[in-house]
């Protein structure tokens, strides 16, 4: 009998235009630290990435480049036919994923072609690799589920900040990867994406405002302050509903989630379905008016006070801060 | 004055004319998850392993009420039928009343726990394949296991299209045009039935949402709801146990004319600036 390759943890790496993005290095060191815990190494698949090499800072040893024009844009049966290719070819038992849009639509189809359990919004490394076991977030962040994956090949869907990067001394190689690739029945019109702004998903910093904002007329100085912090602008769902903000910008339970390193709340009272969607940021700021508000029972710190008296002054803080570390 | 049958020719004549434009008359099936209402408080129990329904309010999943509404749209605009479907035990049953309450006109229950989301999309397989729905609209997610699985897999498994997170979508005859939301915009893409939806808000706005009236639940105690027992199949994956967040600490304010404290705090203990 023909002997099986290394098991590899196969991860799926993004990139946007060419640069690897910034969960794609998380999804790395997150596999790295599993592959280590089987006793085996990483591979990553990266697609039209510049760059590759720089994975193996992260713990890849291997890359499987795709380089392919006309798959330039992202189309979720196609990347996914292309991880199932790579994961069988190396006969990986693992496969990890982040969190982002991309990622988590082609998930579940690539679960289905490789017959492999799936489970996302994952927050640590496997408490055992046998019985495989996940701790991940459910309940919209209510609550954790520690789940166990019973198939023989598994997926990860890890979420975004809840591993952080851990750099490794490796290198990787880069081999050039070009499996089949099947049609697809659905084709990218257009794209709609502002290039200057960070996404909420990709965010360390989100700044939320809600109607104690009193209207879409007062975002200026939110905005202001997100550009100050390199952040993310969200909204409350009544900010969404009332049309002063996109819904795109909308956070909580039927909205975005949110997992950053810091979420500032202007004017937000903290409604349960607000507080589960963020409730995996790790540093709540709460600026409020009423000291009742729920928000200051899950904030980590809080200003009482007129958000039109407080905000202006972080931000000249901030500057200041800025400036003297810069 | 008008006959009998002239108002009946008149009818006919009339819907023929909404088919011609249309095409064809689409089948429907909007996937129905009944989960605690969002205000409710999660707790667990038997040693955290089971989730406390008690006291737990059940709704339908709100992103599959905005899709449930969006085919309402269809049914009533371009002519569709529209059925919902759960796979669940009978406690969900009066979630797929109300599903009916809102204009859906059959209800289908799939008579099986749902385990995971693979074991789900494998029952709703066997409907769809059985019912030969051309559009299946499901939300991208649950608000309780939050998984974002179900509608992929299912497309997977009947090799139907696929369009997730879903917030326009609009189909002529066998064509259909739908935007998804990306991280940081949206992205707009044309395909065509057989079709599976991830929908979420955006799909219709909130205030769109039906609220079911007096006619509607009544009417819904005579629409079909019929009870399906599940195909063969085992779940992929399996909840050893719960927890909940650990207990957060008092919140430490900052006096708002010193605002100067909390950029020191955020830098030099919270370390996020």
Known sequence: MKKLKVMSILVYTESENGKLKKAALEVVSYAKAVADQMGTSVTAVAVNADNAETLGNYGASKVLLVKDESIQAFNAKKYAAILESAAKNEGAKVVVVSASANSKYLAPLLAVGLGAGYVSNVVAAPSSVSPFTVKHSTFTNKAFANTEITTDVKIVGLSNNSFGLVESDGSASVEDFSPSVPESGVTVESVDKATDKVSIADAEIVVSGGRGLKGPENWGMVEELAEVLGAATACSKPVSDLGWRPHSEHVGQTGKPVASNLYIAIGISGAIQHLAGINSSKVKVVINTDPEAPFFKAADYGVVGDAFEVVPKLIEKLKAFKAANA | ?273
């Open chain 2, 1 to 273: 004055m008008h006959s009998k049958i002239q108002i009946i020719i008149f009818i006919f004549v009339h819907k023929k004319k909404t088919f011609k434009v249309n095409h064809f008359y689409m089948k429907i099936l909007v996937c129905i998850s009944h989960v605690p209402d969002t205000t409710s408080k999660i707790n667990f129990t038997d040693n955290d392993t089971k989730f406390d329904t008690n006291g737990v309010q059940y709704v339908i999943n709100p992103n599959d009420e905005f899709g449930l509404t969006r085919a309402m749209w269809f049914k009533e605009k371009q002519g569709a039928s529209v059925d919902v479907v759960n796979v669940g035990g009978p406690e969900t049953e009066p979630t797929l009343r109300k599903a009916l309450a809102i204009g859906a006109d059959s209800a289908i229950r799939v008579n099986t726990p749902a385990t995971d989301g693979y074991a789900v999309a494998k029952q709703l397989a066997k409907v769809v394949n059985d019912g030969g729905y051309d559009l299946v609209i499901a939300g991208r997610e649950s608000i309780d296991y939050n998984g974002n699985m179900v509608p992929g897999m299912l497309a997977a498994m009947i090799d139907a299209n696929f369009v997730t997170n879903c917030i326009s979508l609009e189909v002529d005859g066998t064509s259909a045009k739908a935007t998804r939301e990306i991280d940081g915009g949206k992205e707009t893409v044309s395909t065509s039935l057989p079709l599976v939806i991830g929908g979420q808000k955006g799909l219709v706005e909130e205030s769109d949402l039906r609220i079911p009236n007096m006619r509607g639940i009544m009417m819904a105690r005579k629409k079909p709801l019929s009870v399906v027992e599940p195909t063969e199949t085992n779940a992929e994956t399996n909840v050893v146990s719960f927890e909940k967040p650990a207990p957060k600490g008092a919140v430490k304010l900052v006096d708002a004319d010193n605002i100067d404290e909390l950029v020191s705090l955020l830098h030099n203990e919270a370390k996020v600036i």
